[in-house]
């Protein structure tokens, strides 16, 4: 399970959690099934018996439990809610005695933990061996780069790859995240890297530490340049088929009549176009932030042509705001300049005098086109009556249909990385499993939105990769970029619900 899904509650890891190595000498309290109470002193020069269960033929002449609370820091401590019990050493380091298991070893070197990564795209085999993080490190992490000005740690468990600390989030993440990792790099260096989360579970802030060596992103046997251009050429295919009807009944044919497809050329060239300004304008903003972004594959598309591209976010985003401004960036530029096209389509007449001729019912499909087109045509435009129409209507339609479709708050969709990092994962998570349910239920009607899901679904579909810090919300100016983006995606896939005029023009 992937760290970003949600942080689980580490009780349920335990059947992969490893050993925490306790100190030298420890005290151990033992709660019985019967509530008694069992005190051994432990020495790691010796091999120490484990616990055995009221069942066992050994049985111990326990004493009722009394007081389970302890006046200083040098003695177990035992919760008697959950019966957890709790070894105590005599600094302040504090480990769930269920973690020690049986017949792991208690040397005092190396603390164990699961192998398995908190992030998507870690190749497995890079973790097929356990990894270590000395005790030695976990001790610093605890007493010299967290501390009461900044992440007051209460508790830690393993985690996959690494160590999970709760506590006490003191003062301002980013301020806090920005202190606890520079003094994380002056006694480490760059072999750990910190994130600073929200707990799923109680909504209570975390710090996961992890090894740098497990962040590495995934690669793939076939380059990704390949790959990538493969899908461009059947992209540039299918854009092109879009604007030839002749061809779309029959796909066969067009091998015998790849003249016709440059008739489809000035469509293809007007949509790929708003695909450039969307993919540019994301990788602009991703550099000025410092994000590094992979080589987008475009996804073609029967019905519109193309359905936009997927791209990786290749290393860890900082912070919400910088995710935000990167996830708007695409699709708020592709819509300024779809929205420009589109008002010229109907502004300008057609450069041939003819266009292409529509039926008004055509503009029902969208709220924004068909307010557009009653706005500017007026009685023109009439239930029932073929209409005339500038070609750059179509294709600047086509492309803000392609920006919308990747604006829906679903998944790793830029409308799903905005609704994250405007609202946060928990809430960010159940607006992606609204949208797929209504997408699912608009794909009984709709065949675009049946391949759309589909999509999502199988490539798109999360979860999102955990940021450094996502406790920080981001700036009011920005979450207002993201609310744009997402109204305009609404505007663009709603439907117009007014008629048209039936009265004939004047």
Request: include cysteine.
């Amino acid at each position: 399970m992937n760290l970003p899904a949600v942080l689980p509650c580490c009780y349920n890891r335990l059947q992969c959690s490893p050993s925490i190595t306790p100190p030298t000498h420890f005290l151990r309290f033992v709660i019985r099934k019967k509530r008694s109470l069992v005190c051994r002193l432990s020495d790691n020069n010796k091999e120490d018996d484990s616990v055995q269960d009221d069942n066992n033929s050994h049985q111990d002449n326990d004493q009722p439990l009394e007081n389970t609370s302890l006046e200083n820091n040098d003695g177990p401590q035992l919760n008697e809610q959950t019966g957890v019990e709790w070894v105590i050493s005599n600094s302040i380091s504090i480990f769930p005695s269920h973690f020690l298991k049986p017949g792991l070893k208690q040397d005092g070197t190396n603390v164990q933990v699961a192998s398995g990564s908190p992030l998507p795209g870690v190749k497995p085999q890079q973790l097929d061996e356990s990894i270590r993080i000395p005790k030695e490190t976990v001790e610093i992490l605890r007493n010299q780069v967290f501390s009461f000005d900044t992440f007051f740690v209460t508790s830690q468990e393993p985690y996959e790859g690494g160590v999970l600390f709760k506590g006490n989030l003191r003062g301002q993440a980013a301020k806090t995240y920005e202190k606890v990792s520079k003094r994380m790099q002056e006694k480490l260096g760059d072999d750990y890297t910190l994130f600073l989360l929200i707990n799923p579970e109680d909504d209570k802030p975390v710090a996961v530490v992890v090894p740098r060596m497990t962040l590495q992103p995934e690669t793939t046997a076939v380059p990704e340049w390949f790959a990538a251009g493969a899908f461009g050429l059947v992209t540039l295919f299918t854009l092109l088929l879009r604007n030839v009807p002749a061809l779309q009944s029959n796909l066969l044919s067009v091998f015998d009549n790849l003249d016709l497809l440059k008739d489809g050329l000035p469509g293809a060239l007007i949509t790929a176009f708003l695909l450039g300004v969307h993919e540019v304008s994301h990788r602009l903003v991703a550099t000025e932030v410092g994000i590094k972004l992979g080589i987008p594959y475009f996804v073609p598309s029967w019905q519109i042509g193309c359905f936009g591209a997927i791209t990786r976010i290749l290393n860890v985003v900082p912070n919400r705001e910088d995710l935000l401004k990167v996830a708007a960036a695409g699709p708020l530029a592709g819509f300024s300049v779809g929205f420009i096209l589109l008002l010229s389509g109907f502004i300008l007449p057609p450069s041939d005098g003819i266009g292409i001729i529509v039926d008004p019912s055509v503009f029902h499909e969208s709220f924004l086109a068909g307010g557009i087109a009653k706005l500017l045509l007026g009685d023109v435009l009439q239930e029932g009556s073929p209409i005339s129409v500038n070609p750059l209507v179509i294709w600047a339609w086509a492309g803000l249909v392609i920006n919308a479709i990747n604006s829906i708050p679903a998944g790793e969709l830029d409308g799903g990385r905005i609704a994250f990092a405007m609202w946060g994962r928990k809430a960010s998570a159940r607006l992606s499993a609204l949208s797929i349910g209504l997408l699912g239920i608009s794909s009984l009607f709709n065949d675009v939105a049946f391949y759309w899901l589909v999509l999502i679904f199988f490539l798109q579909r999360g979860p999102i990769s955990p940021l450094s810090e996502e406790l920080t919300h981001p700036q009011n100016k920005y979450m207002a970029l993201g609310v744009v983006v997402l109204f305009l995606g609404l505007l663009v896939c709603l439907p117009y619900p007014f008629p048209f005029s039936n009265q004939p023009a004047l």
